[in-house]
């Protein structure tokens, strides 16, 4: 029984205008044609091609104004801190009494940066930190009264980027604002370059296994396997990633009727 064979475009020859599908296995192109989005559903215009949606992501503008979000539970401090941060040109967008106002407080304005008191009533300062920390929401700049080391390292591990110990002055506050805020810019930028390296290996890896299928299936040399899911991609508007999961489907899915 001949082996099938996917129809490759040969070196010399003129190819018709190629329709989603029609270059892949029955099923495997159905698959890769219900993965593609409707043209109706989703129509490119020069309008949407040059004009950003609402929801794009514009971080990197770069705010006018530094946008803060105070939690300190004695007020006389807070309205200190207030007019520091004010004189300087932050901009103070929500003042809390207790951590859980600042942490509600924090997750309605999207602050640049949120500045907690370490003893707060409801919840405290590093609790709240943690939770912040913990939605990425914004850099968290800690106060406290005491220096100890374990004091500093709970702030720390909660997420905390910077610490200031109390009293400070106008010339304590914004270098310590400056770390926090670099410190967080410098890990969020680290977890996307994690992120985007998962993603490519993970790419990698199912590229690599929907290639030894269309070697073994339709006995293909590892770079006409390779050029056939490349090749396919662009056609088809699809990332490499789903045609290889789209191969790969195919193939469990032969698997499992062949044990029927």
């Not at 200031?164 to 506050?173: G, H, I, N, R």
């Not at 890896?205 to 390779?226: G, M, N, W």
């Amino acid at each position: 029984m001949r082996p099938r064979r996917l129809p490759f475009r040969q070196p010399g020859r003129v190819a018709r205008r190629s329709v989603p599908g029609d270059h892949a296995p029955p099923l495997l192109g159905r698959l890769i044609q219900a993965a593609q989005p409707r043209k109706e559903e989703h129509p490119v215009t020069a309008e949407h091609e040059s004009t950003p949606t609402p929801d794009a992501d514009q971080s990197h503008v770069p705010p006018l104004t530094t946008r803060v979000v105070i939690a300190e539970d004695e007020a006389l401090i807070r309205l200190d801190l207030k007019e520091m941060l004010e004189e300087e040109g932050y901009s103070v967008v929500g003042e809390a009494g207790d951590g859980q106002t600042a942490v509600e407080l924090a997750r309605e304005h999207r602050p640049d940066l949120v500045i907690l008191d370490v003893k707060m009533p409801v919840l405290d300062g590093i609790s709240a930190a943690e939770k912040i920390a913990g939605e990425s929401i914004a850099p968290v700049l800690m106060l406290t009264a005491f220096s100890q080391r374990d004091l500093v390292e709970r702030a720390r591990d909660a997420g905390a980027m910077a610490y200031l110990v109390k009293p400070f002055s106008k010339s304590d506050v914004v270098p310590a604002i400056e770390m926090a805020v670099s410190r967080f810019a410098e890990l969020k930028a680290l977890e996307k370059e994690v992120a985007d390296l998962s993603a490519r290996l993970e790419t990698r890896k199912l590229v690599d296994r929907a290639k030894s299928i269309l070697q073994t299936e339709y006995k293909l040399s590892e770079p006409a396997a390779f050029r056939w899911i490349q090749k396919t991609s662009m056609d088809r508007r699809m990332s490499m990633q789903q045609v290889a999961e789209a191969v790969i489907e195919d193939a469990e899915e032969k698997k499992q009727n062949a044990a029927k």
